[in-house]
C-alpha cells in the first residue's frame, strides 16, 4: 500500500470512530442503546439493513464465489422483495405494537417462557458463530496486502468495532452504518470501473460479455431439479425464501432494526427499501467476480491465490513440483490469451466462432487441472484443504488497483466487516440481557445497572466473535457459503415457530417447543445422512416444527 492508500484507510478509520463516539451521546437508557428511543427514520435504518447483510464476506466470498461458478449465487436474493413484502404484512406489525425489545420477547407473550428462551438461546449460538465469520474476512485481506498473521488482523479488527459498538450502542451502530453503505455503494462502483480500465484497449464491454459466456459465466439461472445441487432456481426460490424470511424476520439483529422506526410506516418503508435495492446490488458484486474471470484470461492469474500457501508450498519438499505445475500453467495460459484475441478478432471479422470457442473451453479445463493438482500439494503440504477462493478478489486488489482506489476498496471492504459485526454484537447483547439476565437474573434493577450490563455482554460476545473467527481461518469452504450453511441450520426451526404464533390460533406452547427442538433435530438428520443442498435445511426445519407443533396438539 502506498502512502495515498493508508491516508485513505486512515481517513475512513479516523471517521467511523468520530461518528460511533459522537452519536454514544444519546445512547441514554435501555431503550436508548439497545432501539435508539424508537426514533429513527425509513432511510436511516433501511440503509442499515443493507449494511447489516452486506458484510465484508459480500465483496470477498461472494467475487470469490462468482469467479468460480459465475452468477448462479444470484438465484439465492431472487425471493427477497416478496419476502419483504411478506415481512411488511404479517411479522413487521406484530413486533412493532407489542413494544418489545428483541423478536424472542414476543414467543412469551404468545406461547410461554422457555419458548422464548430457547429460541433466543439458538439465535445466540447461530450468530456468535456468525460474527466470527464475519470478522474473519477483512483479515483475509490484510494478510495478503501486508503479510501480517491472520491472528493478529482479527484482534485488530474485533478491538476497533467493539469500541464504538460498546460505546455507542444501537444509534452510533446504524448512524455508522449509513456511512459504511454509501461507501460501499461507491466501492462496487469503482470496483466495476477499474476492471474495465485494466483490460486491454481493444476489449470492448460487449466482448466481456461474451468471454464470460463461453464458460456461460453470466448465465445466472440454473433450470436443473436436483435438490442436491445448491444454487439452482429451485433452491433459490424456495430455499432462498425461507432462509431470507427466517433471517429478517427471526433474527434480532434484523428486527432490532424496524424496532427502531418512529411508527410502523417507517418500519415497512424501510424493508420495501431493500426490497427495491438489495437484488441489483448483488448482482453488481457478483458481476465483479465474472470480471475477474474475463480479466484473467489477459492477465496471468496465480496458480495458487493465497500467497502464504503458495509460499508453505515452495519452501517444502513440493517445491519443485509447484514450480513444474507453475511453468504449464503460464504456458497455458499464454495459449488462452492468443486464443481470446484471435477469437474475438474473428468475432469482428465475422469468421467462424465455434473452434476457437472450443480451444478457450479446453485451455481453460486445463489450466483448472493444473489448480485442482496445486491444491493437491497445498494439502499434503498443510495437512487440509486450500482456503484459495476467499483470495480472489483480495490478490486482485494488490497486484492491479491503483494508487488511492485501493485504499479505497480495502476501507470497503473494512466498513462492510465493521458494519456487520457491530449490527450482530448489538442484537447479541439485546437477546443476552433482555432474554435471559434481565427475565432471570435480575429482574428489578437501576437503568444505569442494564446499560452496564449490555455494555459488558457486548464486549463479550465481541471477544467470543474474535476467538470463533480464529478457528474460521482453519476451514476450507468459501466464506459465502460457510455463513450461510450456519445460518440454515438454525433459520428454518425458528420460523417454523414464529410462523405457528402468527398464523396458528391452535399451536400450543407445548408444540411449539418441542417442534423446535424436533425442527433442529431434523437438519441435522438431514445434513448428516443426505446430499440435499443447505438451502433446503430451512425448509426442511420450518415444516417439521409445524408439523409436530399440530400432531403434539392432538395429544
Not at 427495491?276 to 475477474?292: E, H, N, R, T, Y
Not at 491444491?375 to 498443510?382: D, P
Request: net charge neutral; with cysteine.
Amino acid at each position: 500500500m502506498t502512502g495515498l492508500d493508508w491516508a485513505v484507510f486512515t481517513l475512513y478509520v479516523v471517521l467511523i470512530l468520530m461518528v460511533g463516539l459522537y452519536q454514544s451521546r444519546k445512547s441514554s437508557g435501555v431503550e436508548g442503546y439497545f432501539l435508539g428511543n424508537r426514533s429513527l427514520s425509513w432511510g436511516l435504518i433501511g440503509l442499515s439493513v443493507m449494511a447489516t447483510q452486506a458484510s465484508a464476506i459480500t465483496f470477498i466470498g461472494t467475487t470469490g464465489q462468482s469467479y468460480g461458478y459465475g452468477m448462479k449465487f444470484v438465484q439465492v436474493y431472487l425471493p427477497q422483495p416478496l419476502v419483504m413484502v411478506v415481512l411488511c404484512v404479517l411479522f413487521v406489525p406484530f413486533f412493532y405494537r407489542r413494544k418489545i425489545y428483541t423478536a424472542y420477547e414476543f414467543l412469551e407473550q404468545r406461547f410461554d417462557a422457555r419458548t422464548r428462551s430457547l429460541t433466543s438461546f439458538l439465535f445466540l449460538v447461530s450468530r456468535g458463530l456468525a460474527a466470527g465469520i464475519v470478522l474473519y474476512a477483512p483479515a483475509v485481506v490484510l494478510s495478503v496486502l501486508m503479510g501480517w498473521d491472520e491472528r493478529v488482523t482479527v484482534l485488530i479488527m474485533g478491538a476497533v468495532t467493539i469500541l464504538y459498538t460498546a460505546a455507542g450502542g444501537i444509534t452510533a451502530v446504524i448512524w455508522t452504518d449509513v456511512l459504511q453503505m454509501l461507501l460501499m455503494f461507491g466501492g462496487i462502483g469503482a470496483a466495476l470501473l477499474t476492471l474495465f480500465g485494466e483490460l486491454p484497449p481493444q476489449v470492448g464491454v460487449a466482448d466481456v460479455f461474451y468471454i464470460g459466456g463461453i464458460e456461460e459465466m453470466w448465465k445466472s439461472v440454473d433450470l436443473s431439479p436436483d435438490p442436491r445441487e445448491t444454487y439452482t432456481l429451485w433452491s433459490g426460490l424456495v430455499g432462498g425464501f425461507f432462509l431470507a424470511l427466517a433471517y429478517f424476520g427471526c433474527d434480532q439483529s434484523q428486527v432490532q432494526r424496524y424496532l427502531t422506526a418512529k411508527s410502523l410506516t417507517q418500519s415497512r418503508l424501510a424493508l420495501l427499501f431493500n426490497a427495491f435495492l438489495k437484488v441489483p446490488m448483488q448482482i453488481f458484486i457478483l458481476a465483479i467476480g465474472v470480471l475477474l474471470f474475463v480479466f484473467y484470461h489477459f492477465e496471468q492469474p496465480p496458480l495458487i491465490f493465497n500467497p502464504a500457501e503458495e509460499a508453505q508450498v515452495r519452501q517444502s519438499g513440493k517445491g519443485p513440483a509447484f514450480e513444474e505445475l507453475e511453468k504449464d500453467y503460464r504456458d497455458l495460459h499464454s495459449l488462452r490469451r492468443e486464443a481470446t484475441l484471435d477469437l474475438l478478432r474473428v468475432r469482428r471479422e465475422g469468421g467462424d466462432l465455434e473452434s476457437g470457442r472450443a480451444r478457450i473451453r479446453q485451455y481453460h479445463d486445463e489450466m483448472e487441472a493444473l489448480r485442482g493438482r496445486s491444491k493437491v500439494l497445498v494439502e499434503t503440504v498443510q495437512g487440509r484443504s486450500s482456503t484459495d477462493v476467499n483470495y480472489v478478489f483480495p490478490s486482485y486488489l494488490v497486484q492491479y488497483v491503483p494508487a488511492g482506489i485501493l485504499g479505497l476498496m480495502i476501507a470497503v471492504i473494512f466498513a462492510a466487516a465493521m458494519s456487520s459485526l457491530d449490527s450482530e454484537l448489538t442484537a447479541l447483547s439485546s437477546a443476552s440481557v433482555m432474554d435471559f439476565y434481565r427475565r432471570y437474573l435480575v429482574r428489578r434493577a437501576s437503568t444505569r445497572h442494564y446499560l452496564w450490563a449490555a455494555r459488558l455482554t457486548t464486549l463479550a460476545w465481541g471477544v467470543l466473535a474474535t476467538g470463533v473467527a480464529l478457528y474460521v481461518g482453519q476451514q476450507e469452504a468459501s466464506l459465502l457459503e460457510l455463513v450461510n450453511k450456519v445460518g440454515s441450520y438454525f433459520y428454518g426451526s425458528l420460523l417454523g415457530v414464529f410462523l405457528l404464533a402468527f398464523l396458528a390460533p391452535w399451536a400450543t406452547a407445548r408444540g411449539a417447543f418441542w417442534g423446535l427442538i424436533l425442527g433442529m433435530v431434523s437438519v441435522w438428520a438431514v445434513s448428516e445422512f443426505t446430499s440435499l443442498s443447505f438451502l433446503y435445511y430451512n425448509v426442511v426445519g420450518c415444516l417439521t416444527v409445524v408439523a409436530a407443533a399440530f400432531v403434539l396438539k392432538r395429544r
